[in-house]
């Protein structure tokens, strides 16, 4: 029977110690990188600048987006997504992402009358805005087209949003507002039936 042995203490094969400079500076790389790839493909934290969505986000807010799940889901009504400017809004010489809630998906038709928003010939059941944030404006009927999304803000006759520049393509669609992390007193999940 063949036996192997462990090799004598003495014949320890020595590293040879890195430069800590060198070590920090692949440590730092690695975090950035890593971070840029969270950010880029995962989620990245956003703040409110302006009172659109108001009453459910408020000006400073800060939440965090998730980039993920769109991927693999197509948004849906009520959600709260960031969005990229749209070929019209780039044409005024908006570069900032904007935030707004999904009303309309593909192929709905959606009206705005008589203080309501109407999909598909539907009154929707709105608990997100204000009694006095009803919308003072009548818009469509219009059918939303394929790969499209009519968004509205929240702050329903304040806000800039799908019904004077028209709809959000999907390729446009960065991600989905789910957590507020500021302020710690108001801080915890978005949901798209807030809670009031």
């Not at 990229?84 to 904007?98: I, M, R, S, V, Y």
Request: hydrophobic share 35%; glycine share 8%.
């Amino acid at each position: 029977m063949n036996r192997v042995d462990n090799p004598a203490p003495n014949n320890k094969v020595r590293q040879k110690d890195e430069n800590p400079w060198l070590e920090g500076l692949k440590t730092i790389g690695l975090s950035a990188v890593l971070a840029i790839g969270i950010r880029q493909f995962v989620a990245e934290a956003r703040y409110i600048p302006s009172g659109s969505m108001l009453p459910t986000l408020q000006i400073n807010d800060r939440l965090i987006i998730d980039k993920i799940s769109y991927r693999f889901n197509n948004p849906q009504r009520g959600d709260i997504v960031v969005f990229a400017p749209t070929p019209a809004l780039e044409k005024q010489n908006f570069h900032d992402a904007f935030i707004k809630r999904v009303i309309g998906l593909p192929g709905d038709k959606v009206q705005v009358k008589g203080n309501r928003v109407y999909v598909n010939d539907q009154p929707l059941r709105e608990n997100y805005i204000g009694k006095d944030e009803a919308p003072q404006y009548e818009w469509g009927p219009q059918v939303i087209p394929p790969d499209s999304y009519l968004v509205l803000g929240d702050n329903r006759n304040n806000s800039y949003d799908s019904h004077y520049w028209g709809f959000v393509p999907r390729d446009k669609i960065i991600g989905r507002a789910v957590v507020r992390f500021w302020p710690p007193n108001r801080a915890g999940e978005i949901t798209p039936e807030p809670q009031y």
